[in-house]
């Protein structure tokens, strides 16, 4: 959330921020007029406040020269000026609630060096990684390998819970179990991530922290109870939130988290949209990379954050690219936005596999996440971060497609061979898997 009096004070730099990115203005009108009530009513309080104090001190003169009757009726007086400040009093919470409602529905600003642009039209290509395999027959896409090599129903899926979702099933479910132990294994290991396994389930006040309530609510999955509790759409949800309503001591910082979670997205207004596979579901598994870190450190651990997903696709021999969003493709909460996009044969373009973002101080002020230097200073609001380090399903995809030979098989990178019990490629015949009661 933004600060209250930053917005006050650099409005027309909040103004134009919102027009970078999109967003409608009208609010920012709105804010003005609230504001403006505000200090009106907080101007009449202090001047009834002033009568009140003075009534008082000319009551008690009153009553010391013996005017009982006078001193009554200025006691009248002070009890209508209470009444009066009461009031006052109402209208100024609902006046601050309405403020803070407002705020709550405005998107972070972006950095000065995010590119402006109304799209992903307008996203800067920063670094390539590897080339893209040339092959000697047409590529297969994922669903044609998944469905052929017999670790991938999509039809069952369908019936057992409708579209947008997916049965993995042989080697295809032990591949995505092989890519989370793989990640997880990386980032803990050798990035310096601690491992957490946070509740995939969430109350409101955690959305609200992370800024996907109260304006993307459509794009949840919420329980039919009136607990107010939702699927997780990421683990960035519940890891950012671990310390909500805390102050962390500056030298605990930055702390490092790394989880695997299934995330549950409705995918509003993406009907029609990668309708095909499993690029677009309402049910898939990532594994998530957190920070939280001192404000002057934020920057850099942005970086080093993007560069520990990268290292996922590097260790896989995925060729991939990374591009910072702009002004008008960036997420709510984002004020930088780096995409990591994987090579996807079948398509012939790079597709996002992870998106790594620094979120400034505005997710720490929604969920009240403070720190506090040395020497008893004022608590101040830490930067935090999120990216996926990576998503599982469409780094399934990838190893499909970019590893598939012209048979149909598909060879395992070398990397993931230790959590696949050593096998080389995925064929039709070893793709079930087959244990003794199957033979």
Not at 108 to 113: G, M, R, T
Not at 336 to 352: A, F, H, N
Request: charged share 30%; hydrophobic share 35%; with cysteine.
């Amino acid at each position: 959330m933004l600060d209250l009096h930053f917005v006050r004070e650099n409005l027309e730099k909040v103004r134009q921020a919102l027009v970078n990115r999109n967003f409608p203005t009208e609010s920012l009108e709105k804010f003005s007029e609230l504001d403006a009530e505000r200090r009106r009513v907080i101007a009449e309080a202090d001047s009834l406040n002033a009568q009140r104090n003075r009534a008082s001190k000319e009551i008690g003169e009153l009553i010391k020269q013996g005017k009982r009757e006078e001193a009554e009726e200025k006691k009248k007086q002070v009890a209508e000026l209470k009444e009066r400040q009461a009031e006052l009093e109402q209208k100024r919470n609902e006046v601050e609630s309405a403020m803070q409602a407002l705020l709550a529905s405005l998107p972070n600003i972006p950095s000065e060096d995010v590119p402006i642009g109304k799209d992903e039209t307008a996203n800067v290509e920063i670094r390539r990684w590897g080339e893209p395999r040339s092959f000697t027959f047409q590529p297969k896409d994922h669903v044609e390998l998944g469905e052929s090599l017999g670790i991938l129903d999509l039809e069952r899926a369908s019936k057992i819970a409708g579209a947008r979702f997916a049965i993995l099933t042989g080697l295809g479910a032990l591949l995505e179990r092989a890519l989370i132990n793989f990640m997880l294994d990386v980032h803990t290991l050798e990035h310096g991530y601690t491992e957490t396994l946070p509740p995939f389930i969430v109350n409101n006040r955690t959305l609200f922290g992370t800024g996907q309530l109260p304006k993307f609510e459509q794009d949840l999955f919420k329980l039919i109870d009136d607990r107010e509790l939702y699927l997780i759409p990421t683990a960035e949800v519940p890891v950012t939130n671990y310390f909500a309503n805390e102050i962390l001591d500056a030298k605990d910082l930055p702390k490092y988290y790394t989880a695997y979670t299934p995330c549950f997205r409705s995918e509003a207004g993406s009907y029609g949209k990668d309708t095909r596979g499993l690029i677009r579901q309402h049910q898939f598994e990532k594994v998530e990379l957190v920070k939280i870190c001192l404000p002057e450190e934020s920057e850099k651990e942005h970086e080093k954050l993007t560069q520990d997903a990268e290292r996922i696709l590097q260790l896989l021999g995925l060729p991939y690219r990374t591009v910072v969003l702009s002004t008008g493709d960036m997420g709510f909460s984002a004020m930088k936005t780096y995409d990591i996009e994987v090579w996807l044969p079948s398509q012939g373009i790079y597709r996002e596999i992870s998106s790594c973002s620094n979120c400034g101080d505005f997710q720490a002020r929604r969920m009240n996440l403070r720190f506090r230097r040395a020497g008893g200073a004022k608590p101040e609001f830490p930067h935090t971060l999120n990216g996926s380090g990576l998503a599982v399903g469409r780094t399934w995809i990838a190893i499909l497609e970019n590893y598939q030979q012209e048979d149909g098989s598909v060879v395992i990178p070398e990397v993931l061979r230790k959590y696949m019990h050593g096998l080389e490629r995925i064929t039709r015949e070893n793709a079930k898997c087959i244990g003794k009661s199957e033979k």
